[in-house]
T-cell receptor, first 113, second 109 residues
């Protein structure tokens, strides 16, 4: 059983489109995260979320929004995609925000043309 | 904001060798973690280590929070240790989780 899963694995789309990436964890964790890894492999936290708070990295454009239908899911919605959004996006989860081991999904490679 | 540096940026080892990776950070932190990204892109959390020393098999980590650095030791390296090692810190406000640029390790057979 995959602990943290993401779909799709690859996403190719045109500039200006709106897209979503889904993330699910079956670990019973309270906290989920979204990270962006750019072409130079630099990692950046985008969002951290549990049922009490959402922490948004101030550098993340408001075209990006997380949506959590329930504790096991945190989907990433992106509006009006731009070329610079091309990257690998990782979802992760942990029991408590920041203070436990994080488990990562396999990543979604987004390419904006 | 808090700055995180890692050294060396690249490291090539022969299988069986030992290595030490370093992470320096510019301010007091609440939390420090080490991650490994394998050549296929999978990320694994190695250690949660805001202070002190932890060991897990051939890997161990030490954080000296008062001197603002952490070290990751890899002993008897194997080809499966290849990949990029990242450290990341959480600032004292608990709001910013910042990654270092990583150390790329290649272990040759």
């Amino acid at each position: 059983d995959t602990a943290v899963s993401q779909t799709p694995k690859y996403l190719v789309t045109q500039m200006g489109n709106d897209k979503s990436i889904k993330c699910e964890q079956n670990l019973g964790h309270d906290t989920m995260y979204w990270y962006k890894q750019d072409s130079k492999k630099f990692l950046k936290i985008m969002f951290s979320y549990n049922n009490k708070e959402l922490i948004i990295n101030e550098t993340v454009p408001n075209r990006f929004s997380p949506k959590s239908p329930d504790k096991a899911h945190l989907n990433l919605h992106i509006n009006s995609l731009e070329l610079g959004d091309s990257a690998v996006y990782f979802c992760a989860s942990s029991q408590k925000m920041w203070y436990n081991e994080q488990f990562f999904g396999p990543g979604t490679r987004l390419t904006v043309l | 904001g808090i700055q995180v540096e890692q050294s060396p940026p690249d490291l090539i080892l022969q299988e069986g060798a030992n290595s030490t990776l370093r992470c320096n950070f510019s301010d007091s932190v609440n939390n420090l973690q080490w991650f490994h990204q394998n050549p296929w892109g999978q990320l694994i959390n190695l250690f949660y280590i805001p202070s002190g020393t932890k060991q897990n098999g051939r890997l161990s980590a030490t954080t000296v929070a008062t001197e603002r650095y952490s070290l990751l030791y890899i002993s008897s390296s194997q080809t499966t240790d290849s990949g990029v090692y990242f450290c990341a810190v959480l600032d004292n406000y608990g709001q910013n989780f910042v990654f270092g640029p990583g150390t790329r390790l290649s272990v040759l057979p």
